[in-house]
Nanobody
């Protein structure tokens, strides 16, 4: 069982930066693929980035602007978001799954989400 709690969302102007955190409980944290997803109003939940051990993968829309990382000692993952755009506005979710996937349906555990709003 894994419990996830996100933090770090907020309101930022276009071009600005935010860092999201996701604190995980559970001894198996290190073995899970950890992912970030986002969902804008009226849209489906979409993949943003994931990390498994030190391997990372990004959606094309955020590549070069966002960086996912993990601190296994703190059972925490991060999403550093730079050069934010209004289209990045969404609720951002942290999720965990035991394999390596970009599909939200394959993730077993989800946080409650944190709102990110980018003003133009």
């Amino acid at each position: 069982q894994v419990q996830l709690v996100e933090s770090g969302g907020g309101l930022v102007q276009a071009g600005g930066s935010l860092r999201l955190s996701c604190a995980a409980s559970g001894r198996a944290f290190i073995t899970y693929t950890m992912g970030w997803f986002r969902q804008a109003p009226g849209k489906e939940r979409e993949f943003v980035a994931c990390i498994r051990w030190s391997d990372t993968y990004y959606a094309d829309s955020v590549k070069g602007r966002f960086t996912i990382s993990r601190d296994n000692a703190k059972n925490t993952i991060y999403l550093q978001m730079n050069t934010l755009k209004p289209e990045d506005t969404a609720v951002y979710y942290c999720a965990a799954e035991p394999y390596y996937s970009t599909q939200p349906g394959n993730y077993d555990y989800w946080g409650q989400g944190t709102q990110v709003t980018v003003s133009s």
